[in-house]
T-cell receptor
Framework: QQQVKQSPQSLIVQKGGISIINCAYE??????FPWYQQFPGKGPALLIA?????SEKKEGRFTISFNKSAKQFSLHIMDSQPGDSATYFC????????????FGSGTQLTVLP | KAGVTQTPRYLIKTRGQQVTLSCSPI?????VSWYQQTPGQGLQFLFE???????NKGNFPGRFSGRQFSNSRSEMNVSTLELGDSALYLC?????????FGPGTRLTVL
């Protein structure tokens, strides 16, 4: 019930391409869905977050698409750059408990120059 | 504004010992959460403190404990260390929904 499944485990994209990472959740009570970026030796940093009342949110080159009926959400990175090479985590939390995040397993993104 | 700071950054202990990790949140943040990150289990929630009270607790044994002080600084303690406790321990502070993570403490148990 508390799981968040993330795919793919690793992703290689050419510079300028679109990177797409997918997540699926089981618990319909989840209502906050953030994406984090983590570089080696650093803690995760929030990229973008969405709530189920909207289907899409865009911030710069990063877009979250949310499908409530399918219980899926995805991160799209447009015009991917070598500096985007990092590990990306999706997460979810329950209403009133936004600080107790359930994380996906992570996607290691490599953007080739 | 200074970010979340964690000390120490690296720690080596042996089985059976105990360890205390420290976290200083961003100024003005009253909520501090702790996570364990391992290659096998990923990022897992340990517990959250708000105004010196534990509000949420993850599925970890009682050997893992924490506390928060009146200045919002937090510590977590792991007693009777096991090899499987080797991990990156991350602290995050928040004022609303957004959590800001520190760089973590890398604990190695030999």
């Amino acid at each position: 019930q508390q799981q968040v499944k993330q795919s793919p485990q690793s992703l290689i994209v050419q510079k300028g391409g679109i990177s797409i990472i997918n997540c699926a959740y089981e618990n319909t009570a989840f209502d906050y869905f953030p994406w984090y970026q983590q570089f080696p030796g650093k803690g995760p940093a929030l990229l973008i977050a969405i709530r189920p009342d909207v289907s899409e949110k865009k911030e710069g080159r990063f877009t979250i698409s949310f499908n409530k009926s399918a219980k899926q959400f995805s991160l799209h990175i447009m015009d991917s750059q070598p500096g985007d090479s990092a590990t990306y985590f999706c997460a979810a939390s329950l209403s009133g408990s936004a600080r107790q995040l359930t994380f996906g397993s992570g996607t290691q993104l490599t953007v080739l120059p | 504004k200074a970010g979340v700071t964690q000390t120490p950054r690296y720690l080596i202990k042996t089985r059976g010992q105990q360890v205390t990790l420290s976290c200083s949140p961003i100024s003005g943040h009253r909520s501090v959460s702790w996570y364990q990150q391992t290659p096998g289990q990923g990022l897992q929630f340990l517990f959250e403190y708000f105004s010196e009270t534990q509000r949420n607790k993850g599925n970890f044994p009682g050997r893992f404990s924490g506390r928060q002080f009146s200045n919002s600084r937090s510590e977590m303690n792991v007693s009777t260390l096991e090899l499987g406790d080797s991990a990156l321990y991350l602290c995050a502070s928040s004022r609303a929904d957004t959590q800001y993570f520190g760089p973590g403490t890398r604990l190695t148990v030999l």
